[in-house]
């Protein structure tokens, strides 16, 4: 029986995949002269930020110190996070989901953004835990960070399911021995989802979802 949710965020609750785009390609095709391809970006989404950095770095044989460069995007980023929307049925959603199950937040993004997204979007009172990728040593598809968070919730992980866009993510809820639902974001949609248990095309259809359990 699940008594406990975890969502990611990016792709998940928050549609901003294409933003995280917009934001490498700006920086790569103004600082390095390099554009980098979307469906190559897309395939590689849900990885941790260093990984993912470090692979288009090789990738497009940029020499460029890692730490600098992910703090010029992480800042890239904040100048334009005002713009993320929520996607769509999320509130609804989790209107319906809160008064029956524990509900976490597991993103590989920090914690400080994290906070910030959840107060931004009036989402502070559907969380009972946000935890953020730098507040674990590994990142996804190692499954620490869904294994803190049902710790936080006080929920086993057999009895956690975990919503994810992206295959990294799928795939730590499996190792972490929790229900792994596919909820796919339009970039992610190239991805192989086929890891997860239960795959579904909108947030909107999870209530009707997990009640069949």
């Given at each position: 029986?699940?008594?406990g949710i975890?969502?990611?965020?990016?792709?998940?609750?928050?549609?901003?995949?294409?933003?995280?785009?917009?934001?490498?390609?700006?920086?790569?095709?103004?600082?390095?002269?390099?554009?980098?391809?979307?469906?190559?970006?897309?395939?590689?989404?849900?990885?941790?930020?260093?990984?993912?950095?470090?692979?288009?770095?090789?990738?497009?044989?940029?020499k460029a110190?890692?730490?600098?460069?992910?703090?010029?995007?992480?800042?890239?980023?904040?100048?334009?996070?005002?713009?993320?929307?929520?996607?769509?049925?999320?509130?609804?959603?989790?209107?319906?989901?809160?008064?029956?199950?524990?509900?976490?937040?597991?993103?590989?993004?920090?914690?400080?953004?994290?906070?910030?997204?959840?107060?931004?979007?009036?989402?502070?009172?559907?969380?009972?835990?946000?935890?953020?990728?730098?507040?674990?040593?590994?990142?996804?598809?190692?499954?620490?960070?869904?294994?803190?968070?049902?710790?936080?919730?006080?929920?086993?992980?057999?009895?956690?399911?975990?919503?994810?866009?992206?295959?990294?993510?799928?795939?730590?809820?499996?190792?972490?021995?929790?229900?792994?639902?596919?909820?796919?974001?339009?970039?992610?949609?190239?991805?192989?989802?086929?890891?997860?248990d239960i795959?579904?095309?909108?947030?909107?259809?999870?209530?009707?979802?997990?009640?069949?359990?």
């Amino acid at each position: 029986m699940i008594k406990g949710i975890i969502f990611d965020m990016d792709g998940v609750i928050i549609d901003s995949n294409h933003f995280h785009f917009e934001n490498w390609q700006e920086v790569f095709e103004k600082r390095y002269h390099v554009k980098i391809d979307e469906k190559e970006f897309a395939s590689r989404l849900g990885e941790s930020g260093k990984h993912f950095t470090e692979y288009f770095l090789e990738k497009y044989k940029v020499k460029a110190d890692i730490n600098e460069l992910y703090a010029l995007l992480y800042g890239e980023y904040m100048k334009r996070r005002d713009s993320v929307k929520l996607k769509p049925g999320v509130i609804d959603t989790l209107k319906i989901l809160k008064p029956k199950y524990k509900i976490a937040l597991a993103t590989g993004a920090d914690k400080e953004g994290a906070a910030y997204t959840i107060v931004t979007h009036g989402l502070t009172d559907y969380f009972d835990f946000v935890i953020g990728g730098n507040e674990v040593k590994r990142a996804k598809p190692d499954p620490e960070i869904f294994l803190k968070a049902a710790e936080m919730i006080k929920i086993p992980p057999e009895q956690c399911c975990v919503i994810e866009d992206a295959v990294f993510g799928l795939s730590a809820a499996k190792s972490a021995g929790m229900l792994a639902i596919s909820i796919p974001d339009k970039m992610t949609l190239c991805q192989d989802h086929s890891i997860a248990d239960i795959h579904l095309n909108s947030i909107k259809l999870l209530p009707d979802a997990l009640s069949l359990l």
